[in-house]
Each structure stands twice: as C-alpha cells, then as structure tokens.
C-alpha cells in the first residue's frame, strides 16, 4: 500500500507540475514544488484514507508523515538534476498494466531482441536537455539493500533498469543512456 500511494503520488505531482508548464523542479523552483507536493500528498492521502478505512488513525497520520518526508527527500534530489534533466514521462507503461499510465505510453508489450515480450510500467523516464538521450528511473520505496553499491546487473538480481531501458529504447525508437533504481527513504536515498 505504501508504494501504490507513493507511486500515485509523484505520478500526480508531476502531472500537476507539467500541466502548469513547471517543470523541470531546479533549485530556483523547488520551495514552490514542495507546495504542489504536499498538496498532491493530501489529496491522495485523503482518497486512500477514505477507500482503505484504516484501523488506527494515529498509524495512518504516521505512515503518511513519513512518506511525505521521504518525498521531500526525494524532491531534493529532483531538484539538483533539474539543470540537466527534463521529465518527460512519468508512470509510462508498455503493455497492458493496471494503474494510471502517462497518455504516451505504448499499448502493446515491447518486443526486445530474440523475441522476448516486455510488460510493465517506468516510473519517470526524463530527456537530457543537452544530448536529448533519455533515463528511466524506477523508484523504490524500501530501503537500499547493503551491497547494491555499483551494481550494473547483480549477478541478475537487478535486472529492471536494464530490460526498462531496453523496452523504452524498443517501444519508442529512442536512445536510453541510463537506467536506474532510486531509492526514495530518507537518510538513504541512492541512486
């Protein structure tokens, strides 16, 4: 449930952001974004609060408090690659997958090299402003595994920045330069 509601969150952040033309999030604009951050945090905290009924309101209040500091967080991080980085698409999906998915997204699975079928959904997947190479980045609402370091594949426990790359570059005709995990709590953020 956290990550559903983490997820929903930054997808209607950042729609909220691109429909006012406000983004990319710089250090210049980041005050401001936290405002629509906070506000996208309410109203979907208030919806879930409504659809789920929660037991015990004071662990429900504890549990949204802390996913809005780890997106605080997070939105930090945003900011600092906001020169270089421009967001393009955010919860794209290729395939058929449940959820909200970014109005570009591609409606049948991606077939990679060798015949093998990709279904899923990305996360963010921004534009360098400069080389007009993109990053796709799936965000990770658990804490960063000890020994994930400098992890290309992980022996094949990493495999989702590599295939999403693959799949965008795929489905979209266009060049990956990166593909990443990121992990959103606070005081371990990593990329």
Do not use: N
């Not at 250090?27 to 401001?32: F, G």
């Not at 990679?112 to 990305?122: D, N, Q, S, T, Y």
């Not at 495999?159 to 799949?167: H, N, R």
């Amino acid at each position: 449930t956290r990550g559903s509601l983490f997820h929903e969150i930054q997808a209607r952040f950042f729609r909220t952001l691109d429909a006012s033309h406000s983004l990319p999030v710089t250090s210049a604009t980041v005050d401001a974004a936290v405002t629509v951050l906070d506000a996208c945090t309410d109203a979907v905290a208030a919806r879930a609060y409504d659809d789920l009924a929660p037991a015990v309101d004071r662990v429900w209040a504890d549990e949204i408090a802390s996913i809005r500091r780890d997106l605080h967080g997070w939105l930090r991080y945003l900011a600092q690659d906001g020169e270089e980085w421009q967001p393009k698409y955010f919860e794209f999906g290729f395939g058929t997958v449940p959820g909200e998915r970014d109005a570009s997204s591609v409606r049948d699975e991606v077939t990679l090299e060798g015949g093998f079928k990709l279904r899923g959904a990305i996360d963010l997947i921004e534009e360098h402003r400069a080389l007009g190479m993109l990053r796709v980045t799936d965000h990770k609402t658990g804490r960063k595994p000890e020994r994930i370091e400098k992890v290309t594949i992980g022996g094949g426990t990493v495999l989702q920045p590599v295939l999403y790359a693959m799949a965008i570059e795929a489905g979209l005709g266009a060049r990956v330069s990166e593909g990443r995990l990121f992990y959103c709590k606070i005081g371990r953020a990593h990329v």
